[in-house]
């Protein structure tokens, strides 16, 4: 099985600051036949399903907004959210979608400083 | 719109058996694969398996098989995980998620807690 692992574990970020989550992957998810990282990224509210926010590992979903953005290749990965908002407040967690199990990161919850 | 509409709460017993079920709409049934993923409470995320709407054929995380059936009826645009000899430990809440071609998860249901305790 592919091992995902976040850090940090929890981050706290200041309204309009940058936040930065990493993800790395315990073997490659670049796909050598179409050049596609396997790499997806969801956000999940308290009392909510988790909602896709990139897919490919910098493709954002529809209607999310363009302060999340995400990037890397092979192994390593990040999130960044540009400037933090109020609703921004969420666990956060990546996926490799390359082989089954569909392994998940641990999560990275992010609050407001 | 695409939804995916769960069934209740569940509480069973150690050793009894549940089956969750998820009720698609708002797409061509067969369009995507069902996914099931499980959350126990302040837990990640874990994938249990997957069911393909047009085969109906199966892949399960090794941690699940043969503990857990993925099924799926194209009439009534449903999909169903089945879950035997439950212990306290899967005490959590179920989730069901579409997957296409490429595998992430699109759309999930609302979640299915199901509380095993005797």
């Known amino acids: 099985d592919i091992v995902m692992t976040q850090s940090p574990v929890s981050l706290a970020v200041s309204l309009g600051e940058r936040a930065t989550i990493n993800c790395k992957s315990s073997q490659s998810v670049l796909s050598s036949s179409n050049n596609k990282n396997y790499l997806a990224w969801y956000q999940q509210k308290p009392g909510h399903p988790p909602k896709l926010l990139i897919y490919w590992a910098s493709t954002r979903d529809y209607g999310v907004p363009d302060r999340f953005s995400g990037s890397g290749s092979g192994t390593d990965f990040t999130l960044s959210i540009s400037s933090l908002q109020a609703e921004d407040v969420a666990l956060y967690y990546c996926q490799q979608y390359y082989s089954t199990p569909k392994t998940f990161g641990q999560g990275t919850k992010v609050e407001i400083k | 719109q695409v939804q995916l509409v769960q069934s209740g709460a569940e509480v069973k017993k150690p050793g009894a058996s549940v089956k969750v079920s998820c009720k698609a709409s708002g797409y061509s049934f067969s369009s995507y694969d069902i996914n099931w993923v499980r959350q126990a409470t302040g837990q990640g995320l874990e994938w249990m398996g997957r069911?393909?709407?047009?085969?109906?054929?199966?892949v399960y995380a090794q941690k699940f098989r043969g503990r857990v059936t993925i099924t799926r009826d194209t009439s009534t645009t449903t999909a169903s995980m089945e879950m035997s000899s439950l212990k306290s430990e899967d005490t959590a809440i179920y989730y069901c998620?579409?997957?296409?071609?490429?595998?992430?998860?699109?759309?999930w249901g609302q979640g299915t807690q199901v509380t095993v305790s005797s």
């Open positions: 998620a579409t997957s296409g071609a490429a595998g992430y998860s699109q759309h």
């Open positions: 069911v393909n709407p047009n085969s109906g054929n199966t």
